[in-house]
């Protein structure tokens, strides 16, 4: 281990790291923490207790939402820029799931809505009603449609263009209800935000029915089933190659060709919460299993295993360098040496795809 920093209360929001090295990460105490590469506290701001983690833009403004849903606009600084929203019986409050973000506008979860935030002035310019299920983490396709859960599609001015796709012919559930009949993915309950390939196809997880692919136009392509009982929250990540890699609730982590088809699966020895797995440039998988850090090889191979102490939820990140960091659910910031380089270049490496947690897509 590189060093270790204790924060103030659980962290289970993913952590994000700006183009200057800074790491932030949101705690559930209700401290937004930057730190250098060394684990030195640069500042810290009291935003209330937070469950999901940091996004940061491209002039290094971190955004950043409490249980409250009160969204912050904080410079690199550490001084708030505005806020908006804030309601303590505003439903659902925001769990470790993220916004999106392109160059003018946030895309976040909020009342019940996908909200659209101007950067610049923290102004709510329009929502869409996607209603309080939906808790998945939200994401941009290249074409420039905002996408929720996998399912809810809408484009900048908050007018949705599809939602709810049809699934022909319908998925079996490991529920006690027979679904015999078509069904729209809504019903089986959203996991995770998506995960984007070069050319537009996408990829999420959901409750009880494993990971499914869409079209950018929100058509169903596939199904790949988890074993049961699977809650699936984790994000997929996307390797240069196409393999698509995903950490499922039944204790797998699995890697598939991107036509569904399995390539392997490596039993992580417990469930997986919400931990998004992230690709190292040599195609070094890094997982958390809940209670440890594992780093399995594109061949399927176990190569490490290293215990977290207090548990970890959060989703990790990968400096250029090959640091890697992850934060635990006793309210730890770790930095550990990586032997396998910075983050791959491909279309959707890791939780909402950059170091920034921006959650958008490359373009085609």
Same mark, same amino acid.
């Given at each position: 281990?590189?060093?270790?920093?204790?924060?103030?209360?659980? !962290?289970?929001?993913?952590?994000?790291?700006?183009?200057?090295?800074?790491?932030?990460?949101?705690?559930?105490?209700?401290?937004?923490?930057?730190?250098?590469?060394?684990?030195?506290?640069?500042?810290?701001?009291?935003?209330?207790?937070?469950?999901?983690?940091?996004?940061?833009?491209?002039?290094?403004?971190?955004?950043?939402?409490?249980?409250?849903?009160?969204?912050?606009?904080?410079?690199?600084?550490?001084?708030?820029?505005? #806020?908006?929203?804030?309601?303590?019986?505003?439903?659902?409050?925001?769990?470790?799931?993220?916004?999106?973000?392109?160059?003018?506008?946030?895309?976040?979860?909020?009342?019940?809505?996908?909200?659209?935030?101007?950067?610049?002035?923290?102004?709510?310019?329009?929502?869409?009603?996607?209603?309080?299920?939906?808790?998945?983490?939200?994401?941009?396709?290249?074409?420039?449609?905002?996408?929720?859960?996998?399912?809810?599609?809408?484009?900048?001015?908050?007018?949705?263009?599809?939602?709810?796709?049809?699934?022909?012919?319908?998925?079996?559930?490991?529920?006690?209800?027979?679904?015999?009949?078509?069904?729209?993915?809504?019903?089986?309950?959203?996991?995770?935000?998506?995960?984007?390939?070069?050319?537009? #196809?996408?990829?999420?997880?959901?409750?009880?029915?494993?990971?499914?692919?869409?079209?950018?136009?929100?058509?169903?392509?596939?199904?790949?089933?988890?074993?049961?009982?699977?809650?699936?929250?984790?994000?997929?990540?996307?390797?240069?190659?196409? #393999?698509?890699?995903?950490?499922?609730?039944?204790?797998?982590?699995?890697?598939?060709?991107?036509?569904?088809?399995?390539?392997?699966?490596?039993?992580?020895?417990?469930?997986?919460?919400?931990?998004?797995?992230?690709?190292?440039?040599?195609?070094? !998988?890094?997982?958390?299993?809940?209670?440890?850090? !594992?780093?399995?090889?594109?061949?399927?191979?176990?190569?490490?295993?290293?215990?977290?102490?207090?548990?970890?939820?959060?989703?990790?990140?990968?400096?250029?360098?090959?640091?890697?960091?992850?934060?635990?659910?006793?309210?730890?910031?770790?930095?550990?040496?990586? #032997?396998?380089?910075?983050?791959?270049?491909?279309?959707?490496?890791?939780?909402?795809?950059?170091?920034?947690?921006?959650?958008?897509?490359?373009?085609?």
């Amino acid at each position: 281990m590189n060093w270790q920093f204790a924060a103030t209360g659980p !962290i289970i929001g993913a952590l994000a790291l700006g183009e200057d090295g800074t790491l932030y990460a949101a705690s559930e105490g209700g401290l937004l923490y930057a730190l250098d590469a060394t684990g030195s506290l640069q500042w810290k701001f009291d935003a209330g207790p937070m469950f999901a983690g940091p996004t940061v833009g491209e002039d290094g403004t971190i955004y950043v939402t409490n249980k409250e849903q009160r969204i912050f606009a904080i410079n690199r600084a550490g001084i708030p820029q505005w #806020t908006v929203g804030g309601d303590p019986y505003a439903g659902k409050p925001m769990g470790r799931t993220a916004g999106a973000i392109d160059q003018a506008f946030l895309y976040t979860p909020w009342h019940g809505m996908l909200r659209t935030i101007h950067l610049s002035t923290g102004r709510f310019e329009s929502s869409a009603v996607m209603g309080f299920e939906r808790s998945a983490s939200v994401g941009i396709l290249p074409n420039g449609r905002i996408v929720q859960s996998g399912v809810f599609a809408t484009d900048a001015s908050g007018i949705t263009e599809w939602q709810n796709p049809v699934v022909d012919p319908p998925l079996n559930t490991y529920s006690l209800i027979d679904f015999n009949y078509h069904f729209p993915l809504s019903n089986s309950g959203m996991g995770s935000g998506i995960a984007v390939a070069f050319g537009g #196809t996408f990829y999420a997880t959901f409750h009880n029915l494993g990971l499914a692919a869409f079209t950018p136009a929100g058509t169903f392509l596939w199904n790949f089933k988890t074993k049961p009982p699977a809650i699936n929250s984790a994000n997929p990540v996307i390797a240069s190659d196409g #393999t698509i890699y995903f950490a499922a609730g039944d204790g797998n982590l699995y890697a598939l060709n991107p036509d569904g088809m399995q390539k392997w699966a490596v039993d992580t020895g417990r469930g997986i919460a919400a931990s998004t797995p992230m690709i190292a440039e040599d195609g070094t !998988i890094y997982s958390a299993n809940g209670t440890a850090l !594992i780093a399995v090889s594109p061949e399927g191979k176990v190569l490490a295993t290293v215990p977290i102490v207090g548990g970890v939820v959060s989703s990790p990140t990968l400096a250029p360098n090959g640091t890697i960091y992850i934060a635990s659910q006793g309210g730890k910031i770790l930095a550990f040496a990586g #032997t396998h380089g910075g983050l791959m270049n491909s279309s959707w490496p890791k939780f909402q795809r950059d170091l920034a947690n921006s959650g958008r897509a490359l373009p085609f």
